[in-house]
């Protein structure tokens, strides 16, 4: 759950103002480095808006769509035909959450969630990068770029289509 918690994290903090920003929208790149130093990447694009929806479509290596609709992720896989259904018990505001980072220099912010630490680099108002280590010390790093601030998403957006022929598992 983590992981989404970091997804739904990184939409809120790419901002023209870091604590006003209503909907954003960017690709992005995945980095995961392991503590051997083997790297996995992943590339896609996020669509998110206040206060809790989400959409991260991950597009390479493979195709993968994980919803997050207020307190429930809805994670698509085409490739398996299948739909894992989640309850997220951690019902929070994740906007909320930038009024805790602190600022520790001109483009760098940190902030802390589930005792995991999180940088967040901004480069001209605009979300760089979120990096963090994992409980499995893996380190993360979210690159963001074509950034879209504040246009108009449908909250249709984050409604999951779920094929009749998927299996779906509730976890």
Not at 116 to 121: A, M
């Amino acid at each position: 759950m983590r992981y989404i918690f970091l997804l739904t994290l990184a939409f809120t903090l790419s901002f023209c103002d870091i604590f006003s920003m209503n909907s954003f929208e960017a690709n992005f790149v995945q980095t995961v480095t392991n503590d051997k130093g083997n790297i996995l990447k992943y590339s896609g694009h996020v669509k998110a808006m206040k206060p809790q929806y989400a959409l991260w479509k991950y597009l390479q290596p493979s195709t993968k769509l994980i919803y997050i609709n207020k307190n429930r992720a809805t994670i698509i896989e085409p490739d398996l035909e299948q739909v894992i259904l989640k309850k997220l018990h951690n019902n929070i505001d994740f906007f909320n959450i930038l009024n805790n980072a602190t600022q520790i220099d001109e483009n760098k912010y940190l902030t802390e969630f589930q005792s995991i630490k999180y940088t967040i680099h901004v480069i001209n108002s605009m979300l760089k990068s979120i990096q963090y280590q994992d409980q499995l010390d893996n380190t993360v790093l979210i690159d963001f770029s074509q950034h879209k601030i504040d246009e108009s998403i449908s909250v249709k957006d984050f409604k999951p289509s779920i094929p009749v022929d998927y299996d779906i598992i509730n976890g």
